[in-house]
């Protein structure tokens, strides 16, 4: 936790800052050297993000004029089962986008460790330990994601209500917007199985101790403590009391979920920070002013809110890559100043650079980035790919009403036990 809290600060110290961060010069490709690199990823295809590969590339290709670069995007549902596939084809990409956490973690036989390559980057980025596994760094840090819980300021204002400290609260206000605007309380999409990370990772501050969120971080997992019991306990009474949408288990999380906030079909929902699903989008649909951020309500006394987040979404180098060098210096491009502050503007991400002003961004970036230098890591992002998915279906049953939080709890500490 000390490396967390030391590129925290020096995150939250870099936002009023500038500067050009862009990969240091290199000698041109040497003579038989690929004369492509294949990226591979699920953003490249977003009209959004098309200056942030402009600006990468044009970085990469004044080192490396005689080296073209091609992105393959692929769908993100059937990402990593088609980078799997690749892979023992031999014929997968060289560089690769990985989300931070288990996504990574599980993978790193796939990569390159690029500490080499990366030791310059270190203090500007921030993120690392999301693509850092027996520490190595196996990625290098795009954006950093959290889980800000969004509030709509127009509906609150509506039922006369203000953002609630404690979960008793938080009911009852979602009472009240109920009955003065007609909006569900919480946007829930849980199709894929995602709805209980983003519930985990959310409400969770407010349910741990900080004890026990360190402990399960730090891999101390205490699967029978009461409080770990509680947020699957509230992830069903939250369904069977009505505070979700109808049908969430039949609603997918991207970007159904998120539509029902965007049109005020409900006052909440526990959104990104970055990319998709966050306040720029959220902003674009109800106005920035009245897209609000409040902190988790308290369920447990002790309990003391953080943001959670962690590194979001890096790039790696494959172990297959002809010049894993080359496609590290790739990774550099992708990670300099010039193009994260494009990927910031022109995607409303909140990227790992330290040094890009975020200071003209909107309400709802000015509530979230203060809370950077206290957050602490995601909790879902600390469990391993295969606890995840165990974790959407059982899930699925919990809100279907088919198991109960008892034998959902053992069977996800068998596994976490197993991975």
Known sequence: MKQRSLWAAVLVT???????????????????????????????????????????????????????????????????????????????PDVMLFNGGGQLRDRVDLLVPLDEYVAADRQRLAGWDAFSK????????????????????????????????????????????????????????NKEGFGIQFFMSGLGPGILTPKE????????????????????????????????????????????????????????????????GHW????????????????APVVTEGAEPVLPYDGGIGYGVAKTAKDPALAADLVRSLTSTAALTAFSTGAGAITSDTTIDASGGAPAVAAIVPQIKSGKPALHVALSSKVLDLMGRLSQQLLSGSAEVDDVVRQLAAADEAS
């Not at 959220?282 to 409040?294: T, Y």
């Open 14 to 92: 870099g936002l009023a800052l500038s500067g050009c961060g862009s990969a240091a010069p290199t000698q041109p490709s040497s003579k038989g050297a690929p004369s492509k690199i294949v990226v591979w990823d699920w953003k490249s295809g977003e009209p959004g993000v098309a200056s942030y590969l402009e600006k990468a590339k044009a970085d990469f290709a004044a080192r490396h004029p005689d080296v073209t670069v091609e992105f393959v995007a692929q769908p993100f549902d059937q990402y990593y089962t088609l980078l799997g596939a690749a892979a023992q084809s031999g014929k997968g």
């Open 134 to 189: 027996d520490g190595k760094v196996y990625a290098a840090p795009v954006t950093l994601q959290g889980h800000p819980i969004y509030y709509n300021k127009t509906i609150y204002q509506k039922a006369g209500v203000e953002p609630a400290k404690t979960w008793d609260d938080f009911v009852t206000g979602c009472a009240a917007i109920k009955k003065a605007a007609g909006a569900d309380c919480l946007a829930l999409g």
């Open 280 to 295: 720029k989008d959220f902003g674009e649909f109800l106005g920035p002013d009245n897209v609000g951020v409040m902190a």
């Open 213 to 276: 969120y360190d402990d399960w971080i730090a891999g101390r997992r205490d699967w029978t403590s009461p409080h770990v019991k509680e947020i699957f306990r509230l992830w069903k009474k939250a369904g069977d009391d009505g505070l979700n949408n109808d049908g969430a288990n039949s609603t997918a999380l991207f970007n159904d979920a998120f539509a029902l906030f965007d049109t005020a079909k409900a006052a909440h929902v526990i959104g990104l920070m970055s990319d998709v």
